[in-house]
């Protein structure tokens, strides 16, 4: 089983809408333990998501962390944080989202190129940085993160988040070649358009524009991507 049951999940993009329906599957489907990180302090959560956590914690234990995906260094600390809560981490989970649309590459300033694509590359760094230290790797089963179907769809004005999103494949690769000795899997979740915040932002003429190119004409949903997590978790996926 990929997954143990009651493992402890460190879901970085905890409270955003792909980030809580994974958690809620992995509670549902394994009884996980969860820990999630999110860039606003709990406290300044919009009622949604306190009702979301307090849901959760109705259910298993949950333990909330304010960190920034752009910064390796509060990535590692989150980490050990959950360590020190829970004694251990064996499931990974990078479901954090950061996009702004407008900017063709030629305008695009460096801090908004580089802070959207930090913000993919940054888990796998801090992973990668706490397994060669050789801290509780037996303890770690899975780790999973999300690309999407920008990586195959190409918008105008979205050069960052295509970019970050396409290399997620090639790193994902090889980094799931570099745990595979130790027992660990590496996969890559590719959706495609779904309600959240980030698809929100879009303008209604963008919507109706990506809605004509969908056979069935509707966006899928969290809950649709949450059951393809719950799967590579899963005994089946092992």
């Known amino acids: 089983f990929p997954l143990r049951q009651k493992g402890v999940v460190l879901i970085v993009g905890g409270t955003g809408g792909l980030g809580l329906e994974t958690a809620r599957y992995l509670v549902r489907t394994a009884g996980a333990r969860l820990a999630l990180l999110g860039r606003t302090a709990e406290g300044a959560l919009d009622p ?48 954090a989202l950061d996009l ?21 590359a940054a888990v796998w760094r801090s992973i990668h940085e706490l397994l060669e230290r050789g801290e509780a790797i037996e303890t770690v089963d899975l780790a999973v993160s999300f690309s999407s179907l920008m990586s195959f769809w190409c918008g105008p004005g979205q050069a960052n988040y295509t970019a970050a999103k396409s290399g997620l494949f090639g790193l994902t690769k090889t980094v799931a070649k570099e745990l595979a000795a130790r027992g660990i899997t590496a996969n890559v979740v590719a959706p495609g358009f779904i309600p959240t915040e980030m698809t929100e932002k879009l303008s209604g003429e963008v919507r109706k524009a990506i809605l004509d190119q969908i056979p069935l004409g509707r966006l899928g949903s969290s809950e649709d991507i949450a059951a393809a997590v719950a799967f590579l978790a899963s005994e089946e996926a092992g």
Request: with cysteine; proline share 1%.
């Open 100 to 120: 702004a649309d407008g900017s063709f590459f030629a305008s695009m300033s460096e801090e908004r190129f580089r802070r959207t694509f930090d913000s993919r």
């Open 48 to 95: 949604a998501r306190r009702q979301a956590l307090n849901d959760l914690r109705s259910q298993t234990e949950v333990l909330y962390l304010q960190a920034d995906a752009t910064r390796p260094e509060e990535l590692t600390r989150a980490a050990q944080r959950t360590r020190e809560h829970f004694g251990e981490i064996n499931g990974l989970f990078h479901c």
